[in-house]
């Protein structure tokens, strides 16, 4: 595990992780996490929710994630697509919806097996939306 810095636009975010990629895959889980209630949304198709997910991130994300170890702002940083790293992650979602039917815990929303920490959101989400506290 490697800590690196990611830049989604103007939000920045540091994380350990294994590589850029999984750096740039941790920065989209953390923006996507509201919009997990369309893998658990029977009427939707698997299309439906690729263009779901893809417009909300491109309407609330930079077009790239820019990813290094050595800071933010570095002009030698690993530059990812949004769009590409929304569709691998969206493939992953899909897969994780397979496999929890497959396993019979299909009753058991995606929301529930949310990652994210709270308040280490890249893209506004508020801590209150994953925490089982009241707001205050």
């Not at 941790?26 to 369309?38: E, G, N, T």
């Not at 009427?43 to 930079?62: F, K, Q």
């Not at 990652?115 to 959101?121: D, H, I, L």
């Not at 989400?125 to 205050?136: F, M, N, Q, T, V």
């Amino acid at each position: 595990m490697a800590k690196f810095y990611v830049q989604c636009g103007a939000r920045s975010l540091v994380v350990d992780a294994m590589d850029a990629d999984a750096a740039a895959m941790h920065s989209v889980d953390l923006a996507m996490q509201p919009h997990l209630w369309i893998y658990d949304d029977e009427g939707l198709t698997d299309s439906d929710r690729h263009s779901h997910v893809m417009l909300e991130a491109l309407m609330h994300m930079a077009t790239e994630i820019r990813v290094s170890e050595q800071g933010f702002d570095r002009v030698d940083a690993a530059r990812f697509g949004t769009p590409d790293m929304v569709h691998q992650w969206h493939q992953t979602m899909v897969g994780l919806a397979r496999l929890m039917m497959a396993a019979g815990l299909a009753s058991r929303p995606m929301r529930q097996l949310a990652t994210a920490a709270v308040g280490k959101s890249v893209c506004n989400i508020p801590p209150e939306a994953d925490s089982k506290r009241l707001p205050r």
